[in-house]
């Protein structure tokens, strides 16, 4: 649940979306949770998120995907946020792909 939306209707409600992280990885194959990163980390960033009002969910996955390049050992981060009741008769969704020498060059 996640407070998202630009509409009158969508304003401090809180509204189902699905998030998919996909992380690529620098380096070899990690043998232990302590040399990679924990899912658990992926979730409270995208708890903390859905939390304060975010007009859109480009944003949404911006912001996520933002926070996972950060993290040591991650080189890009694909964020998939969909949203289930966003049209009458539809849903609305949107992919980005955050890379860490594209943060590197802002």
């Not at 890009?76 to 289930?84: C, D, S, T």
Request: with cysteine; proline share 4%.
């Amino acid at each position: 649940m996640a407070l998202v939306g630009v509409h009158s209707h969508e304003i401090e409600r809180s509204q189902p979306i699905i998030v998919s992280v996909e992380l690529s990885l620098i380096g070899e194959a990690p043998e232990a949770l302590c040399d990679t990163i924990d899912y658990r980390q992926i979730i409270q960033v995208a708890e903390a998120l859905s939390k304060m009002h975010i007009p859109l969910i480009e944003t949404f996955a911006d912001r996520l995907g933002r926070a996972c390049i950060e993290w040591n050992g991650v080189e890009q981060a694909r964020v998939k946020i969909v949203k289930p009741h966003a049209l009458e008769k539809g849903i609305a969704s949107i992919e980005v792909t955050i890379r860490r020498e594209d943060e590197m060059t802002l």
